[in-house]
Structures are given as structure tokens and as C-alpha cells.
């Protein structure tokens, strides 16, 4: 069963910095490129952040650009979003994402969330 668990949500001030982290189970970890959404209540959900299977390869939402960077460490299965500088504007319920890149099929995988409040 394939599990993407995340985790280092909570409350921080604007300024302030938090890491997210994801960990996953169940899959070849190094056959997905990972990448972080977020979602606010009544909008879309935006990506953020995307790294490649080895991790070589960054993009970043330009809100975000600059202030977040996106890892991964492949032998322990997680993918990391530290995230600087942070605005109220970033509060958001965050989303770990996996998609299978390399061999087949392709499948897509979801996390349930942790929660970001940038608030003072």
C-alpha cells in the first residue's frame, strides 16, 4: 500500500521559516518525481515546488521562488520543502504529490496534507 505521509506544518510568524517533510512507503521512491501543492479553501490547488527523480531539476512557483527549496533525499524515501521567508500569503493546506516518470504505468499518488498559517 502506497503511503505519502507529510509532516512540519504549523503556526509561524510572517518572516518565519518552516520545513516540510514527506515521507513515502510502498513505491520506488526513485522512479517519481516529486513535487509540493497547496491548496486555500475555495481556490485551486497551485503547484509550488517539482524535483526530479534524482533530484537534479528544480522549478519553482514564482511566488515562491527565492524564498523555498525543494529536496529530496532518495534513501529515505522523503522529499523536504524548506520554506523561508514566509508571508501570510503562504498559508495553505500542503500537498505532497508522487508521479512515476521512469517504467510504467503511470500512476499518481496524494498525501492528506499538513497545514500552514503564517500568521503574527
Known amino acids: 500500500q502506497v503511503q505519502l505521509v507529510e509532516s512540519g506544518g504549523g503556526l509561524v510568524q510572517p518572516g518565519g521559516s518552516l520545513r516540510l517533510s514527506c515521507v513515502a512507503s510502498?513505491?520506488?521512491?526513485?522512479?517519481?518525481?516529486m513535487t509540493w501543492y497547496r491548496q486555500v479553501p475555495g481556490k485551486e490547488r497551485e503547484l509550488v515546488a517539482d524535483i526530479s527523480t534524482g533530484g537534479g531539476i528544480t522549478d519553482y512557483a514564482d511566488s515562491v521562488k527565492g524564498r523555498f527549496t525543494i529536496s529530496r533525499d532518495n534513501a529515505k524515501n522523503t522529499v523536504y520543502l524548506q520554506m523561508n521567508s514566509l508571508k501570510a500569503e503562504d498559508t495553505a493546506m500542503y500537498y505532497c504529490?508522487?508521479?512515476?516518470?521512469?517504467?510504467?504505468?503511470?500512476?499518481?499518488?496524494w498525501g492528506q496534507g499538513t497545514q500552514v498559517t503564517v500568521s503574527s
Open positions: 504529490n508522487a508521479v512515476r516518470v521512469l517504467g510504467a504505468p503511470r500512476v499518481e499518488y
Open positions: 510502498g513505491l520506488s521512491f526513485s522512479m517519481y518525481k
